[in-house]
């Protein structure tokens, strides 16, 4: 972990005009990203895009880690340009980065810099520009909340449009266990939706629906149907992180995982993780589908919002990631969670989070594989990593309740 020794809280210049990827850089970067997926022995097709050349728009699904070295193999040799969170930035250094075509942005953050530099990319630099509108990788294997921009956003880059529909990314490395890959093939497929001449009378809301069918998917369905046999013994380590609810008591909390195993410490039922992805339930063997179960617990939270009985406190430790110069200590803290939205009261002060400005927040099952809990709340001058070890601190349920709160919201 790098630390902000300093204690520099000077925001990140997100109005600094991106240049163009160093030319020098991408044979390094095509290299890496062949040698890194090679393993998985990935598979690109393109649909519609014969004589499409940038600048163009690609509008891509966000599963997982080896997205970030798909991404660029799809386009070559063109050079592209990606929006990317604060900690590549900090990771790799902001020069580098920035030499690698990323431009920064905080996740569930509007903010009218970072569609400018979207702008500059594709009418000034002339590149290919990707974006990754899921803003986190799949908690379950299906598709995280999409924002309902991208229409907008397709229509005003005036244009071609691109879908990058990935299969296998998450299978290869589920973000509750991202630090142990699995065996599995990845595949990719870059398609055409919108032509420059179609663009000019496309409507923004049609286009909103399209890219929102296309960037669907269900990596356990795709599994099953594909016949991809998953070997891993500890193939279900972790997964209580997003299945944090027994299905079969209902108890909240209380599920644990081990090997291929998945058990509830409440009632003792427990599921076997089959080589298909299937949880076979030990004593009756009846097979249940992971996301059906993640939604059951997304239902629950709706219904404990509905009958008013919604509301969370946490004693939490809080960094901070303003710039690229590291993580910036700054101690205990306090978060609340209700109707109005999240408060962060640290070092003194309170930061507020309101309901109305973000659908969703950034969850972090096992953040650079300490074995510990958070979620990220961002405004524009600053990313907030706040980590809390209490067993009733769920990432995915303040997920869920974050969601529907704003979407109950921007209802009114």
Same mark, same amino acid.
Request: aromatic share 10%.
């Given at each position: 972990?790098?630390?902000?020794?300093?204690?520099?809280?000077?925001?990140?210049?997100?109005?600094?005009?991106?240049?163009?990827?160093?030319?020098?850089?991408?044979?390094?970067?095509?290299?890496?990203?062949?040698?890194?997926?090679?393993?998985?022995?990935?598979?690109?097709?393109?649909?519609?895009?014969?004589?499409?050349?940038?600048?163009?728009?690609?509008?891509?699904?966000?599963?997982?880690?080896?997205?970030?070295?798909?991404?660029?193999?799809?386009?070559?040799?063109?050079?592209?340009?990606?929006?990317?969170?604060?900690?590549?930035?900090?990771?790799?250094?902001?020069?580098?980065?920035?030499?690698?075509?990323?431009?920064?942005?905080?996740?569930?953050?509007?903010?009218?810099?970072?569609?400018?530099?979207?702008?500059?990319?594709?009418?000034?630099?002339?590149?290919?520009?990707?974006?990754?509108?899921?803003?986190?990788?799949?908690?379950?294997?299906?598709?995280?909340?999409?924002?309902?921009?991208?229409?907008?956003?397709?229509?005003?880059?005036?244009?071609?449009?691109?879908?990058?529909?990935?299969?296998?990314?998450?299978?290869?490395?589920?973000?509750?266990?991202?630090?142990?890959?699995?065996?599995?093939?990845?595949?990719?497929?870059?398609?055409?939706?919108?032509?420059?001449?179609?663009?000019?009378?496309?409507? +923004?809301?049609?286009?909103? #629906?399209?890219? &929102?069918?296309?960037?669907?998917? @269900?990596? /356990?369905? !795709?599994?099953? *149907? =594909?016949?991809?046999?998953?070997?891993?013994?500890?193939?279900?380590?972790?997964?209580?992180?997003?299945?944090?609810?027994?299905?079969?008591?209902?108890?909240?909390?209380?599920?644990?995982?081990?090997?291929?195993?998945?058990?509830?410490?409440?009632?003792?039922?427990?599921?076997?993780?089959?080589?298909?992805? +299937?949880?076979?339930?030990? #004593?009756?063997? &009846?097979?249940?589908?992971?996301? @059906?179960? /993640?939604? !059951?617990?997304? *239902? =629950?939270?709706?219904?404990?919002?509905?009958?008013?009985?919604?509301?969370?406190?946490?004693?939490?430790?809080?960094?901070?990631?303003?710039?690229?110069?590291?993580?910036?200590?700054?101690?205990?803290?306090?978060?609340?969670?209700?109707?109005?939205?999240?408060?962060?009261?640290?070092?003194?002060?309170?930061?507020?989070?309101?309901?109305? #400005?973000?659908?969703?927040?950034?969850?972090?099952?096992?953040?650079?594989?300490?074995?510990?809990?958070?979620?990220?709340?961002?405004?524009?001058?600053?990313?907030?990593?706040?980590?809390?070890?209490?067993?009733?601190?769920?990432?995915?349920?303040?997920?869920?309740?974050?969601?529907?709160?704003?979407?109950?919201?921007?209802?009114?």
């Amino acid at each position: 972990m790098k630390i902000n020794k300093s204690g520099d809280m000077t925001p990140f210049d997100m109005k600094k005009r991106p240049k163009r990827p160093s030319t020098l850089l991408l044979p390094l970067m095509w290299t890496g990203a062949f040698f890194l997926t090679r393993k998985y022995g990935l598979k690109i097709t393109k649909t519609r895009m014969d004589g499409i050349k940038p600048p163009f728009l690609v509008i891509s699904a966000h599963q997982g880690e080896s997205d970030y070295y798909i991404a660029p193999l799809t386009v070559f040799p063109h050079r592209a340009s990606y929006v990317s969170d604060m900690e590549g930035f900090m990771y790799y250094g902001e020069k580098l980065y920035g030499m690698l075509g990323c431009i920064g942005k905080r996740r569930f953050v509007s903010d009218v810099s970072v569609m400018m530099n979207v702008l500059h990319i594709l009418r000034k630099n002339k590149d290919i520009l990707f974006i990754f509108p899921e803003a986190r990788h799949s908690n379950v294997g299906t598709t995280a909340l999409l924002p309902k921009n991208l229409g907008k956003l397709a229509k005003t880059a005036g244009v071609p449009v691109a879908v990058l529909k990935i299969h296998g990314s998450y299978l290869a490395s589920p973000f509750w266990d991202e630090f142990h890959p699995r065996k599995t093939k990845i595949e990719a497929e870059l398609k055409l939706i919108c032509g420059g001449d179609e663009l000019k009378n496309a409507d +923004e809301n049609a286009l909103q #629906k399209v890219i &929102e069918e296309e960037l669907q998917y @269900d990596e /356990y369905k !795709w599994q099953k *149907e =594909n016949n991809i046999r998953i070997g891993c013994e500890k193939r279900a380590e972790g997964l209580h992180l997003p299945l944090y609810q027994c299905i079969s008591c209902g108890g909240k909390n209380c599920m644990k995982s081990e090997n291929a195993a998945l058990f509830c410490e409440k009632c003792g039922e427990k599921w076997e993780m089959s080589e298909l992805g +299937e949880l076979i339930h030990a #004593k009756n063997g &009846e097979k249940l589908h992971i996301p @059906d179960w /993640y939604e !059951w617990e997304r *239902e =629950n939270v709706k219904k404990e919002i509905a009958a008013g009985k919604y509301g969370k406190c946490f004693k939490t430790e809080v960094e901070a990631l303003p710039n690229s110069k590291g993580f910036v200590k700054m101690g205990e803290g306090t978060l609340i969670h209700d109707i109005s939205g999240f408060r962060l009261n640290v070092n003194g002060k309170e930061l507020l989070f309101p309901t109305e #400005k973000y659908e969703s927040v950034q969850t972090e099952y096992n953040y650079r594989n300490v074995g510990r809990r958070s979620i990220v709340l961002s405004d524009r001058d600053c990313c907030y990593y706040i980590y809390c070890d209490d067993r009733e601190f769920q990432p995915t349920e303040l997920q869920f309740a974050a969601e529907e709160l704003h979407k109950i919201h921007t209802k009114k």
